[in-house]
């Protein structure tokens, strides 16, 4: 019988495993022991025998063990107000969009989260970040909504608190009532860091300081926000070089484009990550190379608005941490990371790479270790290692869907979101047999739809 005062262990064993390790390390059938949340030893062949406090012994034969999946950009609340604009730009789908997330509050955030979560969580995310910049007058708590959601769901978090201060009176997009203050945001930013932020090693949650892009923010936000990060140890998150149009804001605003911008109030750096930079010079990849600012590739969102193809193998070659993002599920309603591994691969082969640009283990690496780097948990998560934290996740790959796929990682990146066994996060199962383990996914389904219908019905009346 296990020993409750020692910590429990979990074994894992007959199955493939991709490492993601420095050395790209893969067992055709191997084993992986996990003490409390940390990994203890892996390796081919079956577990070591003798190990003690064995809690669970998992068979997993026909199935393919990887590091947890990483999301390193999204906004959780536009789970509400998918299938909306579908044909539109990104200018022109915020403009359409905005008047209606101006409504949100704390109860339609919680259930958005819920869903957003949920949803990647069961498709073998262990760590998510969700960039949240709309907060209404009088919407109560969104941040703490979206932390309680992730406690709920055991998913590692990192929430970035976001911020707008350029309304439609400033030359901005968003409506004036939906944006803050520059002192405004700044002191709640704060206030969040100093409430949530946990620095220690295994967190599970984070917080980072997140203006919301160029176009919404004053450059005093940008900069007052940098020196903000820097003096509290967190990190620092934007879009970046989203649009062909956002280029040319730039170069009409500020007398340059993106990337200068950014450096000029000083949000290039190692403890900065961007999401989508897909309008990049040669000189901006070198500037992010050496500075090691990192990138969140969202590359369904910027298909489903049109944006174009991120540079992401000149990226790579530069230097440049690159993780995988599902960005809003207003422009990607899939809201899985399964799509953004096939398609991180599929979308830059149709770029000046062509067959050259990515293959299907670093597809892997972009939506495991790469998210590690560029939220700053590399040495956590994102690969297994002993040591690391136990962040794994098991594929069912004998099913229909993948029996026939030679090669277990190219059935994982290039064949259907495969099922999830198991998901560990900290050593901990919050997915089994598909299933989550934290919440009733029906219930999410049902709260979520109905929060989503109180969002539309709030926003119809005010129009
Ligand atoms: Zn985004």
């Known amino acids: 019988m296990a020993d409750p005062l020692k910590s429990e262990r979990t074994i894992i064993e007959n199955c493939a495993i991709a490492t993601v390790d420095a050395n790209d390390t893969e067992y055709a059938s191997g084993h992986l022991v996990v003490n409390g949340n940390r990994i203890e030893s892996l390796g081919p062949g079956p577990a070591p025998e003798g190990l003690e406090n064995v809690a669970r012994r998992i068979d997993g034969t026909g199935q393919l063990l990887t590091p947890g999946l990483i999301n390193t950009h999204h906004h959780f609340?536009?789970?509400?107000?998918?299938?909306?604009?579908?044909?539109?730009?990104?200018?022109?789908?915020?403009?359409?969009?905005?008047?209606?997330?101006?409504?949100?509050?704390?109860?339609?955030?919680?259930?958005?989260?819920?869903?957003?979560?949920?949803?990647?969580?069961?498709?073998?995310?262990?760590?998510?970040?969700?960039?949240?910049?709309?907060?209404?007058?009088?919407?109560?708590?969104?941040?703490?909504?979206?932390?309680?959601?992730?406690?709920?769901?055991?998913?590692?978090?990192?929430?970035?608190?976001?911020?707008?201060?350029?309304?439609?009176?400033?030359?901005?997009?968003?409506?004036?009532?939906?944006?803050?203050?520059?002192?405004?945001?700044?002191?709640?930013?704060?206030?969040?860091?100093?409430?949530?932020?946990?620095?220690?090693?295994?967190?599970?949650?984070?917080?980072?300081?997140?203006?919301?892009?160029?176009?919404?923010?004053?450059?005093?936000?940008m900069r007052q926000g940098a020196e903000l990060a820097r003096r509290k140890g967190v990190r620092l998150h934007t879009h970046g070089s989203e649009t062909a149009e956002e280029e040319k804001f730039c170069h009409e605003m500020?007398?340059?484009?993106?990337?200068?911008?950014?450096?000029?109030?000083?949000?290039?750096?190692?403890?900065?990550?961007?999401?989508?930079?897909?309008?990049?010079?040669?000189?901006?990849?070198?500037?992010?190379?050496?500075?090691?600012t990192g990138v969140a590739h969202c590359p369904s969102s910027n298909a489903r608005l049109g944006a174009g193809i991120a540079r992401v193998p000149d990226m790579l070659a530069a230097g440049v941490p690159v993780g995988l993002g599902v960005d809003g599920t207003a422009s990607n309603e899939s809201g899985e990371l399964h799509t953004e591994l096939r398609n991180a691969l599929l979308v830059n082969r149709l770029g000046p790479h062509k067959e050259s640009a990515l293959d299907v283990r670093r597809a892997l690496r972009l939506g495991t270790y790469g998210g590690a780097q560029v939220l700053g948990r590399a040495p956590e998560t994102g690969s297994l290692e002993a040591g690391k934290l136990a962040d794994a996740v098991l594929w069912k790959?004998?099913?229909?869907?993948?029996?026939?796929?030679?090669?277990?990682?190219?059935?994982?990146?290039?064949?259907?979101?495969?099922?999830?066994?198991?998901?560990?996060?900290?050593?901990?199962?919050?997915?089994?047999?598909?299933?989550?383990?934290?919440?009733?996914?029906?219930?999410?389904?049902?709260?979520?739809?109905?929060?989503?219908?109180?969002?539309?019905?709030?926003?119809?009346?005010?129009?």
């Open 254 to 292: 500020f007398g340059m484009g993106p990337t200068d911008y950014f450096e000029s109030t000083g949000w290039l750096g190692e403890d900065v990550w961007m999401a989508h930079c897909v309008h990049m010079t040669d000189s901006d990849i070198e500037a992010f190379g050496r500075t090691r």
């Open 77 to 221: 609340y536009q789970w509400l107000t998918r299938g909306l604009a579908t044909d539109a730009n990104l200018f022109d789908w915020l403009v359409a969009l905005y008047p209606i997330w101006a409504r949100i509050d704390e109860e339609m955030v919680h259930a958005a989260a819920r869903g957003s979560l949920g949803m990647m969580a069961r498709g073998g995310v262990t760590t998510a970040a969700d960039h949240h910049y709309v907060f209404p007058r009088g919407g109560g708590d969104l941040l703490g909504a979206e932390v309680r959601a992730a406690a709920e769901l055991g998913v590692r978090f990192t929430a970035a608190r976001g911020s707008m201060d350029r309304g439609e009176s400033d030359g901005g997009l968003p409506p004036d009532f939906a944006v803050e203050s520059l002192d405004g945001a700044l002191a709640e930013t704060e206030r969040a860091i100093d409430k949530y932020h946990d620095a220690s090693f295994g967190s599970m949650l984070h917080i980072a300081v997140a203006p919301c892009s160029p176009f919404s923010v004053s450059t005093e936000l």
């Open 397 to 463: 790959l004998d099913g229909i869907g993948h029996s026939t796929i030679a090669d277990p990682v190219a059935a994982l990146v290039l064949g259907a979101a495969a099922p999830v066994t198991l998901s560990l996060v900290n050593g901990k199962p919050v997915v089994a047999d598909g299933r989550l383990l934290g919440a009733d996914e029906d219930e999410i389904a049902r709260g979520a739809r109905d929060q989503a219908r109180r969002l539309a019905r709030i926003a119809a009346d005010a129009a």
